[in-house]
């Protein structure tokens, strides 16, 4: 049990708050528990409701906790990337070791030193990112630990988000009782867990998380997140011509948008794929082909609007497109804007046993962030109760009641060798 790194990751999502709880055992990553829980009162934006939020947190948290058998305290936090910026430093500092080598220490100074620098009162600095490290005039991805050196070099990442945003995201967590670990740009998780930032040393990456009422865009380039925006359009926003002409509820809308159009055939089915009952106790029905027609119109918006914002980025060179988030479950959506933009266009779904789903993978980036990030912060508390966990997974031997030989498996015995006989 020792050896069991186990963290909860949390993202405030735009209609649902995602919580998964993981461990890292021999190198590997396995989920535990997962819940989303329907939240109203945030957008990418703002918070409108801190007491929804709250609410859903907590509500995340101990449901999940009752299942483990052990309370939930800390917590991994994607924060929307709204307004996100990047400033890029470099930060020189001696190397004080005994001996003249590089240590951790060296390496925490040169990230206390690049933190020190003015962003303003409007951003929150909400993560410091090591990208190279130079010792000896010779430059590395590599943590140079123990090379000897009379100073160190590193290229800094310091990334910032929206301080409002940041500061009541952090307050409604600390509010549902639970503590912040770390906190990461929900792109930068989504990186982190498709593998994206090596994909994009040789090329360009755009990231599009999209989600029930927005669309962030976050451009990675030469390795780095470089910068983000939010568009205020998503599933649910093509969903609600389905609202409107039919009468059917924002979610049952988005559900059938992600999961019943087909929006790249020429020709769609007939077949009914959702019948309800309407309010004079009729039954209604709408099928495939109805339920693209409807909602082609805002699609087709949808796919302006991205183009737009592409444009400038294909223009500079060879660039990928990846669709995430809510919108990854779309079917077709990546055809018609690879059509659109005339590049490489393809969905990310995690393939993480109980995380298979698109609008889980900047929740389970966190896990892979932070893992990156421990040999140079050295932390490593785990978000559970770790004492009460080990007792709820723990076996004991216990006394049968009764006649020791009256068990499942002496009955089974019985019968099979009696029939023999």
């Known amino acids: 049990m020792s050896d069991k790194q186990i963290y909860a990751a949390i993202e405030a999502a735009d209609h649902e708050v995602r919580l998964i709880v993981g461990e890292f055992f021999n190198t590997r990553f396995n989920i535990i528990k ?11 934006e ?3 409701d801190p007491s929804a939020v709250t609410e859903g947190i907590r509500a995340a948290a101990e449901d999940a906790s009752k299942m483990i058998g052990a309370d939930i305290k800390r917590v991994i936090v994607a924060m929307p990337s709204y307004r996100m910026r990047r400033y890029t430093v470099k930060s020189t500092v001696p190397v004080n070791g005994i001996d003249g080598t590089v240590t951790v220490e060296d390496i925490r100074e040169a990230v206390r030193k690049a933190q020190s620098i003015n962003i ?41 988000a929206d301080r409002q945003v940041s500061f009541d995201v952090v307050t409604c967590i600390e509010n549902a009782g639970l503590q912040v670990i770390d906190i990461f740009p929900d ?8 593998a994206l930032f090596e994909q994009a040393v040789d090329q360009n990456v755009i990231v599009l998380k999209m989600e029930r009422c927005s669309t962030t865009l976050g451009l990675l380039s030469r390795g780095r997140l470089t910068t983000c925006t939010v568009e205020s359009e998503g599933v649910g926003t093509i969903a609600s011509a389905v609202c409107e002409k039919y009468g059917l509820k924002p979610e049952v809308s988005a559900e059938l948008v992600k999961y019943s159009a087909r929006l790249n055939e020429k020709i769609n089915s007939t077949n009914p794929v959702y019948i309800w009952a309407d309010a004079e106790g009729g039954t209604q ?5 109805e339920l693209c027609e409807c909602i082609r119109p805002n699609v087709e918006k ?4 991205m183009q737009k914002l592409c444009d400038p980025i294909l223009q500079a ?3 990928a497109v990846i669709i995430t988030g809510e919108g990854g479950e779309m079917q077709g959506l990546k055809d018609l804007l690879q059509r659109k933009l005339n590049c490489e266009v ?15 993978t900047a929740c389970l980036g966190l896990f892979y962030a932070y893992k990156d990030k421990q040999p140079i912060t050295g932390f490593a508390d785990n978000s559970l109760d770790m004492d009460a966990f080990i007792d709820a997974v723990s076996y004991r031997d216990k006394e049968t009641p009764g006649n020791p030989e009256d068990t499942i498996t002496k009955k089974l015995k019985g019968i099979l060798f009696d029939g023999k006989k």
Do not use: H, M
Request: overall charge neutral; glycine content about 8%.
């Open 346 to 360: 393809r969905n990310y779904i995690p393939d993480t046993l109980g995380g298979r789903n698109a609008g889980l």
């Open 46 to 48: 703002k918070i409108t």
């Open 285 to 289: 029905k709408i099928n495939e082909q």
């Open 120 to 160: 303003g009162k409007e951003l929150a600095l909400i993560q410091t990112v090591c990208v190279k490290y130079t010792v000896n005039g010779i430059t590395s991805r590599r943590i140079p630990i123990g090379e000897r050196a009379s100073q160190l070099t590193v290229d800094i990442d310091l990334l910032c």
């Open 187 to 194: 792109v930068f998780a989504v990186a982190k867990e498709a």
């Open 302 to 305: 949808w796919l302006d609007d």
């Open 317 to 319: 060179g060879p660039t």
């Open 34 to 44: 997962v819940e989303r829980i329907p939240v109203e009162g945030f957008t990418s």
